[in-house]
Nanobody
Framework: QVQLVESGGGLVQAGGSLRLSCAASGRSFSSYGMGWFRQPPGKEREFVAAISRSARSYYAESAKGRFTISRDNTKNTAYLQMNSLEPEDTAVYYC?????????????????WGQGTQVTVSS
């Protein structure tokens, strides 16, 4: 069992940056693949970025070049650094964990989810 808690969301102007954190409790964080998803207002939850347990990463097209996913196994924490934010990035951001050997983009592959953190980008 893994419990996930996101933090770092907030209100930022377009062009600004935020770093989201996902703190995990439970055993064997280093053995889990981690993902970040987001749910814009009135829309479905969508994939943003994922990192495997060997730290290989994969990004949605909308995130490439602007967002960076990372993990620190010594702190049981995953991160999402978001730069050059746009109003279209406004959403609730969720982290997810699963016993995955590769970076996975599919929501159903992740059995563990955090409660989400709101990111609002003003124009």
């Amino acid at each position: 069992q893994v419990q996930l808690v996101e933090s770092g969301g907030g209100l930022v102007q377009a062009g600004g940056s935020l770093r989201l954190s996902c703190a995990a409790s439970g055993r064997s964080f280093s053995s889990y693949g981690m993902g970040w998803f987001r749910q814009p207002p009135g829309k479905e939850r969508e994939f943003v970025a994922a990192i495997s347990r060997s730290a290989r990463s994969y990004y949605a097209e909308s995130a490439k070049g602007r967002f960076t996913i990372s993990r620190d196994n010594t702190k049981n924490t995953a991160y999402l650094q978001m730069n050059s934010l746009e109003p279209e990035d406004t959403a609730v951001y969720y982290c997810a964990a699963g016993p995955l050997t590769v970076a996975v983009t599919t929501k159903s592959a992740y059995p563990y989810w955090g409660q989400g953190t709101q990111v609002t980008v003003s124009s």
